[in-house]
């Protein structure tokens, strides 16, 4: 028999995790009644709730501008970008990993995602995998990642092990670590080289951080990797000009690009595209300097494919 006041060890509560303190966690005074309000109320509440996302993301400003600089230069280097997480937290950096290929004509090792569970766990809950920090460990080993790559750990409760596994495994590494969580410093503290965290507050529903907090990651990662994009010189202006054209929704925008640019007509844009090798920004270098293919390949190249530093180098004067 265990001594009086003191815990018994065999029983489950002796030796779980508290929890509850954490913000994501906590119960929304805002929705004590969220199970007797009709469906419009419902919206409206969730509304006002979500609205709290665009001042998180806006708190957030200077460690997201520090992430992007950070990884620009990794990439800009030869390093890559690995999203780690489980849940909720790793099917989103899944996610933004998978978009940049096709947005930005990245090779797809370039922006990678280690979700915990594997495959399986982006169509089915592998939710126990998370407590397993040896495996987050052992994902940055297996990748062999080095100093010069970023590793970001996302983790909407800050507490999961598989995260902070990979992380501690990533700086032994000496890679660059960002940590990506809902929760206060005070709460979960981390040893990272960027620490963002998106305090949206409890949640509608008690703990279910696949709202408020799925929600802030997302967009959180759609500016990480955006702004990281735009710093490789993958963006000219505002217009995605290494968009890879792999369909037909995809080819359409890559014509109307070179229409607008060029203010070429839409038949004369799709054979400049088609001269490019369906590459963007070639077509647009060669258009407006007179390069052929080759060597506005070369030329794109040497500067690193940056298409405003490559025109700026044959056209001095233009802007």
Known sequence: MPEPNKPDPTRPSATL??????????????????????????????????????????????????????????????????????????????????????????????????????????????????????????????????????????????????????????????????????????????????DIRLLVGPEVLAGSTRLKAGTVTKLALNILSTGTMVKLGKVYGNRMVDVAVTNTKLLDRAVRILQDLTELSRDAAATLLERSQRQVKLALLMHWTGLDEVEGDRQLKAHHGNLRQAVRAHLPSAK
Not at 46 to 62: C, G, L, P, S, Y
Not at 83 to 93: D, E, H, K, M
Not at 131 to 150: F, K, L, M, P
């Open 17 to 194: 995790t508290q929890r509850g303190h954490l913000l994501t966690e906590q119960v929304n005074p805002n929705s004590a009644n969220l199970d007797e309000l009709t469906a419009l109320e419902i919206v409206d509440l969730f509304n006002r709730e979500d609205a709290k996302v665009i001042e998180a993301i806006a708190q957030a400003r200077e460690p997201l501008a520090n992430a992007i600089e950070r990884t620009a230069a990794a990439l800009q280097a030869g390093g890559r970008l690995f999203y780690i997480g489980a849940g909720t937290s790793g099917r989103l950096g899944v996610l933004d990993a998978a978009e940049c290929p096709p947005t930005f004509c990245t090779p797809p090792e370039l922006v990678q995602a280690i979700i915990a569970g594997g495959e399986a766990a982006l169509v089915r809950s592998s939710e126990a995998k998370e407590d397993r920090a040896d495996d987050g460990a052992a994902a940055i080993a297996d990748r062999q990642i080095s100093t010069r790559d970023v590793v970001v750990g996302i983790t909407a409760g800050g507490t999961t092990p598989y995260v902070h596994g990979a992380l501690q495994a990533a700086r032994e590494r000496g890679a660059t670590t960002v940590f990506m969580t809902c929760v206060p410093q005070d709460q979960v503290p981390a040893a990272v080289d960027v």
